[in-house]
């Protein structure tokens, strides 16, 4: 078996690039490790190589194949897929050449039995994260809500959609920043619920003492969450807890009917020509869970 | 069960934002009404010219009820004087002037306005003016007791008559907790 391997010949000369170097048939190569992207040497036509009982070793990614191929005599090409020799016949026969043998693993000129060339494994390419999910959260005040989530980047989410508070329906908007993907987060939303009647709601909380009031007839608000939070899962399913700020803000209605009958006395009376603006701000909390379908 | 409105209204912010800590409401525009202010009268032979009588009402927090629950920003941006009882118009009125001050804040008055009737003034039962600049009465309405005096001066009736005094306000009901 040929073991003739000269490490130290030099294959070209320095001032010519492996395209240069007229290789030719006779030209053996080793390809560029797809994973690492280094473009072997390209050893000239009448230089020795080592062939036949060169051993591979490693998971794959070692690619070898005759000069004659597509890419002889030229660059190797780092952009196709490593292609693994599968035949051992095949892998044996094929000639490497001493200068594209990584150092310190290749043969020695002491010993100069085997090859032993250890090639690391290509890394999978990364699957695609899913996009499109469907979310569901429960919280104050944003109610029980029911959206449609979009991850464009794993670092970001908009979410959009509705649900109800108990009262009346509604809608939200909102995105979520997630700078590791996954853990802490940060949210902006905005939503509004119409007009409902709280009184039903009322009664059933405070008691069969409450007999209504014409001020929760007509109850509806917008707000906006400022949160901080955590997310936990990044595939598939996505649970998270969030917590912060809210501004929320809305219009009082039907005061007047509120105060005809209570407070005002003697020759006193007090009239509300236009409904009131009602601002309020305060801590928030909502739970929710992301199913990412697509 | 009657509830005060805007404790309501907080108790309802709260329930829903679980533990509201700010809650602020605006009210641009708030009328409140005295009615059958009674203003003394004049007997016909001490008015060799104008004289002046003065008349004075006061709103607590138990008459006003939540309206003097405004406790920032109270500002006045009209008042009227309509004639009652069986005036048939208040042309008599030749000079009046309003202001307010609160019994826990001695020594200070606020103005809110000075009428003068003009000599071509049309014949009227309700004397209306508009402030140029909105009059804030914020420290006297935040008291508990806030006592508007009115000072009329002119070719005044006889006998006691009446008037419906109407103050036009805006203010902010603000909480903190």
């Known amino acids: 078996m040929a073991q003739d391997v000269r490490a130290d010949e030099e294959p070209y000369p320095t001032d010519q690039t492996p395209s240069d170097a007229g290789a030719d048939d006779s030209t053996k190569r080793v390809a560029s490790d797809a994973g690492t992207g280094q473009m072997p040497d390209l050893a000239p036509a009448d230089s020795h190589v080592a062939t036949a009982d060169t051993e591979f070793t490693g998971v794959g990614a070692a690619v070898v194949q005759p000069a004659a191929g597509p890419n002889a005599g030229g660059l190797a090409d780092s952009t196709s897929q490593p292609r693994d020799v599968e035949d051992p016949e095949e892998r044996q026969s094929q000639p490497v050449h001493a200068a594209d043998l990584p150092r310190g693993v290749g043969p020695s000129e002491q010993d100069g039995e085997l090859a032993v060339v250890t090639v690391a494994a290509a890394h999978p390419l990364p699957r695609r994260l899913p996009i499109l999910g469907l979310m569901a959260d429960v919280g104050v005040p944003d109610g029980l809500i029911g959206s449609l989530a979009i991850r464009p980047w794993n670092w970001v989410r908009f979410c959009a959609g509705g649900g109800t508070n108990g009262i009346s329906s509604g809608w939200r908007a909102g995105l979520t920043l997630l700078p590791f993907g996954a853990g802490p987060s940060a949210s902006l939303e905005y939503g509004r619920y119409q007009d409902g009647d709280v009184n039903t709601l009322a009664k059933k909380l405070i008691g069969g003492g409450f007999d209504g009031s014409p001020l929760l007839d007509r109850v509806g608000y917008g707000y906006m969450n400022a949160h901080l939070g955590l997310d936990f899962g990044s595939r598939r399913f996505v649970f998270f807890i969030h917590g912060g700020v809210t501004m929320l803000r809305g219009q009082i209605h039907n005061l007047n009917a509120a105060i005809s009958g209570a407070g005002v006395t003697g020759a006193t009376e007090v009239a509300v020509e236009q409904d009131p603006t009602a601002k309020a701000i305060g801590p928030s909390v909502k739970l929710g869970l992301v199913f990412y379908i697509w | ?177």
């Open chain 2, 1 to 177: 069960m009657t509830l005060r409105p805007f404790s309501t209204i907080t108790a309802l912010v709260a329930l829903a934002s679980g533990c509201s800590f700010s809650f602020d409401a605006d009210l641009p525009e708030v009328e409140i009404t005295q009615r059958g202010l009674t203003v003394p009268g004049v007997p016909q032979t001490t008015q060799a010219s104008d004289v002046s009588v003065t008349s004075s009402f006061t709103l607590s927090s138990s008459d006003a009820a939540w309206a003097k629950d405004m406790n920032s920003d109270v500002f006045v941006h009209q008042v009227k004087i309509a004639a009652g009882g069986s005036l048939p118009n208040l042309d008599f009125i030749e000079l009046a002037r309003m202001t307010v001050a609160a019994p826990s804040i001695p020594g200070v008055a606020t103005d809110i306005m000075d009428y003068e009737r003009g000599a071509q003034a049309p014949s009227s039962s309700v004397i209306q003016i508009s402030m140029s600049a909105p009059v804030d009465i914020t420290a006297p309405w935040s008291a508990d007791n806030t006592i508007f005096e009115i000072q009329i001066a002119g070719q005044l009736p006889g006998q006691d008559w009446t008037v419906d005094v109407t103050l036009n306000l805006s203010g902010e009901i603000t909480y903190k907790f």
